[in-house]
């Protein structure tokens, strides 16, 4: 059915659903003083459920014919055990195996009443179960009662972080006769629960108590009874019904008191407690058993009969953490009808007073109203303002041309000369020349004739003032003026005060101490967020051995406050709000307190909870996962050890090729012609190190290195590092290098392509501002390499050169010029990272092959190899030099991703810019974990992933609207495979901006919920909403990681400092 068509069979169907849904308990079974449980079930039960069943298998039949729904996703698990490993003893969480959320925030909340979990968990079926059941009931409610026990012995004692309740959902569903993909209603499905488990404990308590009243322990533990005292067409009566949740409408109240007061009130009453016969009908409740655990269930659906479906009421509902019942139980009664009309006289005289109030504060005849003291204190500056007036051509200049600007006004005469002259003389036509010729001024009437038409009157105030008023009369009506206002101050004040004084009467009217003996804490809140047809469900449950609010959202169980509850629950706040209210009797601590050890006095926790036969059932599980785990571990070193080979049997490979091509190479094409070729480097260093030098002694040489190392970090050189960018390489070196420095440089220094010769491989390796600054460090040692030799170069070279990293490292740069993008030694020493692993990096660089051009590169070259295979292996930890280089290429890959996504983003490709955002903030929040300067900044990166997810949501949003089939399909397809699996990681870190923006992107979709739609567009939404609001923080099935582009050092530099200027120019509010 389209929107807007009238209301049909189908509708009433629908609406006799949801009147179900929201009335089932508004009509309880009246139950005498003697009924029993099994006295009130049967029959009622049978007819009840009989007429449920027909109208859900109408309202499901028409379901299936107008909405064909597809199979809702299914949250996949994590493939490594080790992230489903339960950590400690936090809560378990329950996974959601297709809009299941329902059921997973009811069975938390009944879960942790400890009292129910010790009631399931000692359950045993009646003996008779081995028979065959006797009716239905039996047959459906005995497996479910088992596979519950089962799902909470699993909450109690297993290794997983979540576990599976699909077994006892299929039941249900299977109950249900729905769909798979139908959103089951929160009270809907706890009706049905509790009458389940009421029914099998029924069975066991009618086998164990044979002759005998049996007990229903849930009868006991989640329904009371109210006296319902009324009129009935001047006839009293007096009824006591049974009840167990008990519905509240919220539409038109402020706060659970209002709603209660206004559910224990049907009808006129004033008829009840008078004692004249009247007409009138109504009635009163009064509780005369509270249950131990009171529900409350709130109406938040209503039917829109216009437009043919439920909506959702959003109203701002409050409610106290601790409630007293006191005013609502039959033994209050007279003292509350008592305060009952007391709280009415006064909200009559407290009416009457915001009436007086409102006349002060919205003062006026017309439909602009003021505060009556605000408009006195207008009159006062008016009366007391002094006129000043403007010449309509005073500010003209008579010699200005026509299209010319005007003069200079002269300033205005004096108040005293103003109230001497004549009204057209103070009008400042005297301050004009007196003797100005007539025929300019003829002249300049028809030249100025547009601008003069539109000037202000001669003699019209520059701004309102009394015309004429002595100053006995200012004085007297300043006078008047004060002392009028200051009255209605002092009115409004004491009204006002009067207000707050009488708000506060009413407050305080339940305070004493005789009505708050019936105390209720708020022990759980069930949450429902987003529409009428589509929703999540979540619960807040009060722990009250850690003393602190749990938030339970389906496998995510965490921390949660007071604070938070209140936002997510009071309702008028995005589009989540309370659904159900879960009190505990505060006087019967049972209820949440721990089981004790009858032998040992001891708590008994955990396992020790547990029967025999579910104690075996955790345990298997438990051997299960932790194979699972084993299995994983052994899979996961296989694959690093085969992985380990891999890399060993390639650099064997690689190490075989060098050595054959070096053999037959010919000399290098960029090399001078008295350079030797590479095959002489590895036969030089055995004669540099037979050398009378330092050499022969390695501990001094490596005291010697470390010594240049750490002076270098205290000295300033003469030149600065921009200099030194930019000093000439020394003679000896060839220009051609600067030559092929200008070729644009595709492949990274580290990658040889198959095209590629060595000779090229070296200009690019040369190319890298690593390798730019080793050379130039060696060309300005050259000096020192004439008069002292190789080593003392060496000494001063990479002296040089780590000074001029160090001075990089401790520059404030601007973001877009990062050093640690161009050298790893910058990032090293910003990262703090061991002495060894920077000595031996720059050592590394300073042994570069591609250093062999000519005799001195070559001979300091040959140095720092020496000095490199005279670090012995531990004083260098291997596993740890090879941490902080990986570390560093993911900072390079992080900087790919963040460059590319932000460089797509630009261009408005957002679909594929998406995904590099997606993953350069991960990566990077990897690194952020480690330390401040091991990534980019994470708010920036969060700022553009968020506002890509908001773009996409906008152009898919627009293409729905559109309505055309390709159209509607491309929208939803963006939203489902990109925008839908992103949102969990905007909730998981609840970020304000990223909350807000969820928020913004669900809001768009659920305001077509009001609109009239075509009925495909109808059923595509209705498939895809429940999806768009579940929110779990669980990480679904992601998307592999997008495929890196290769950027040379250069390239990749240059890549990020122009997108990064680009994004400077965007003001700071607009990111």
């Excluded at 069943?53 to 028409?62: M, T």
């Excluded at 009247?278 to 437009?307: D, K, Y």
């Excluded at 090229?760 to 300005?780: F, L, N």
């Excluded at 190899?865 to 004083?875: H, N, S, T, V």
């Amino acid at each position: 059915m389209t929107h807007g068509e009238e209301p049909g069979p189908e509708t009433h169907k629908d609406s006799a659903v949801l009147t179900y849904l929201e009335g089932l308990l508004m009509h309880p079974v009246v139950a005498g003083p003697g009924a029993t449980a099994s006295g009130r079930s049967e029959a009622a039960h049978s007819n009840q459920e009989q007429a449920i069943s027909r109208v859900l298998e109408a309202s499901i039949a028409e379901n299936k014919a107008s909405l064909k729904r597809t199979h809702t996703e299914v949250w996949s698990d994590s493939p490594n055990p080790h992230d489903r490993k339960r950590i400690d003893n936090c809560p378990v969480g329950l996974k959601n195996v297709g809009n299941t959320c329902w059921f997973s925030a009811v069975i938390q909340s009944l879960f942790n009443l400890l009292e129910f979990q010790r009631l399931v968990l000692n359950y045993s079926p009646p003996a008779r179960v081995h028979d065959l059941p006797r009716n239905q009931k039996e047959h459906r409610n005995l497996p479910f009662m088992q596979e519950l026990r089962n799902l909470f012995s699993l909450m109690v004692g297993s290794k997983r972080k979540y576990v599976d309740p699909s077994r006892a959902v299929e039941i249900l569903k299977d109950a249900f006769k729905s769909s798979e993909s139908q959103q089951q209603d929160v009270s809907e499905f706890t009706h049905k629960l509790l009458d389940w488990l009421e029914d099998a404990f029924q069975m066991k308590a009618e086998e164990d108590r044979e002759g005998e009243k049996p007990k229903n322990p849930m009868v006991e533990l989640f329904y009371g009874r109210f006296l319902a005292v009324g009129v009935h067409e001047g006839k009293k009566f007096e009824n006591t019904e049974m009840f167990g949740q008990y519905p509240l409408q919220v539409n038109g109240f402020k706060d659970l008191h209002e709603c209660l007061e206004a559910a224990m009130i049907e009808g006129e009453i004033e008829s009840l407690h008078s004692a004249e016969n009247s007409a009138r009908s109504g009635q009163e409740h009064w509780f005369t058993e509270l249950p131990p655990v009171l529900t409350f269930e709130l109406s938040r659906f209503e039917f829109n009969q216009a437009l043919g479906r439920p909506e959702k009421i959003h109203n701002k509902l409050e409610f106290p953490s601790m409630l007293y019942m006191d005013r609502y139980m039959d033994r209050n009664r007279e003292i509350t009808r008592i305060k009952r009309e007391e709280i009415r006289r006064l909200k009559e005289h407290l009416t009457l007073l915001q009436q007086r109030l409102e006349r002060y504060l919205s003062y006026g005849s017309g439909p602009k109203r003021f505060p009556l003291a605000d408009v006195l204190q207008y009159a006062m500056e008016f009366a007391s303002s002094k006129p000043v007036c403007t010449s309509p051509v005073e500010d003209i200049d008579t010699s200005a041309p026509p299209g010319g600007t005007t003069g200079q006004q002269l300033p205005p005469p004096s108040s005293a000369e103003q109230d001497s002259l004549p009204p057209l003389e103070s009008s400042g036509l005297a301050s004009g020349p007196a003797t100005a010729p007539s025929a300019a001024q003829q002249q300049r009437v028809p030249i100025h004739k547009p601008f003069t038409q539109s000037r202000l009157p001669p003699d019209l105030p520059m701004h309102p003032a009394p015309r004429h008023i002595t100053e006995e009369e200012l004085r007297v009506l300043e006078g008047c003026l004060h002392r009028w206002r200051s009255e209605v101050e002092n009115d409004t004040r004491d009204l006002q005060g009067s207000i707050t004084r009488i708000h506060r009467t009413i407050e305080l009217m339940y305070s004493d101490k005789s009505m708050m003996q019936v105390p209720y804490r708020l022990h759980a809140v069930l949450v429902h967020e987003g529409q009428a047809n589509a929703g999540h469900y979540w619960a807040y449950i009060y722990d009250p051995h850690q003393r602190c609010w749990m938030k339970y959202n389906d496998i995510s169980v965490t921390k949660s406050s007071w604070e938070e509850l209140v936002r997510d629950s009071f309702g008028g706040y995005r589009n989540a709000s309370a659904y159900c209210l879960m009190y505990i009797n505060d006087k019967k601590p049972f209820l949440t307190e721990e089981e004790f050890d009858k032998e040992t006095g001891q708590i008994l926790s955990g396992m020790d909870k547990l029967p025999p036969d579910l104690k075996q059932y955790v345990k298997e599980d438990n051997e299960q996962f932790d194979k699972e785990i084993e299995e994983w571990d052994i899979m996961q070193a296989r694959k690093a050890q085969q992985e380990k080979l891999a890399l060993a049997a390639a650099a064997a490979a690689a190490s075989a090729a060098s050595s054959t091509s070096t053999s037959s190479s010919s000399p290098q094409p960029m090399s001078i012609e008295s350079s030797p070729p590479d095959n002489a480097v590895p036969q030089q260093d055995p004669e540099y190190m037979e050398q009378p030098s330092p050499t022969n002694d390695s501990k001094h040489l490596q005291e010697d290195t470390e010594r240049a190392i750490s002076r270098a970090a205290a000295e300033q050189e003469e030149r600065s590092p921009e200099a030194l960018l930019n000093a000439s390489l020394p003679p000896p070196i060839s220009p051609e290098p600067e030559v092929q420095m200008n070729t644009p440089v595709t492949p990274p220094p580290d990658l040889v392509t198959e095209d590629e010769s060595p000779g090229q491989r070296t200009v690019e390796a040369m190319m890298t501002p690593d390798m730019q600054g080793v050379i130039m460090a060696i060309g300005k040692s050259s000096s020192v390499y004439e008069k002292n030799g190789p080593e003392a170069a060496f000494f001063k070279a990479i002296k040089m050169e780590y000074g001029r990293l160090l001075r990089f490292a401790q520059e404030d740069t601007p973001v877009e010029n990062d050093y640690r993008l161009q050298h790893i030694i910058v990032y090293f020493i910003q990262n703090q990272a061991p002495k060894k692993i920077l000595e031996r990096t720059l050592l590394t660089q300073f042994a570069d092959r591609n250093l062999a051009f000519d005799e001195r590169c070559k001979s300091i070259m040959n140095v720092a190899r020496a000095k490199l295979d005279l670090i012995k292996p531990e004083e260098v930890n291997m596993d740890e030099y090879e941490i902080w280089h990986q570390d560093y290429r993911n900072f390079r890959e992080t900087t790919i991703l963040m460059v590319t996504g932000l460089e797509l983003f630009q261009k408005t490709n957002y679909v594929e810019a998406l995904m590099y955002l997606i993953y350069a903030y991960q990566y990077n929040k990897e690194l952020l974990l480690k330390g401040l300067y091991r990534g980019h900044d994470e708010e920036l990166l969060g700022h553009y992933r968020r506002e890509c997810l908001l773009k996409l949501n906008e152009q898919a949003a627009a293409m729905f609207e559109s309505g055309e089939e390709p159209e509607v399909t491309t929208g939803l397809g963006i939203m489902n495979e990109l925008v839908v699996p992103c949102i969990p990681l905007l909730l998981v870190h609840d970020a304000e901006r990223d909350l807000l923006a969820v928020e913004d992107m669900r809001n768009r979709w659920c305001s077509y919920l009001g609109q009239e739609m075509e009925s495909n567009l109808q059923e595509k939404l209705t498939d895809f909403l429940p999806k768009l609001l579940d929110c779990s923080t669980e990480i679904k099935s992601f998307h592999d990681p997008p495929k890196l582009p290769t950027y040379s050092t250069l390239e990749l530099c240059e890549r990020f400092s122009r997108i990064m200027a680009a994004l400077g120019r965007v003001p700071t509010e607009g990111r």
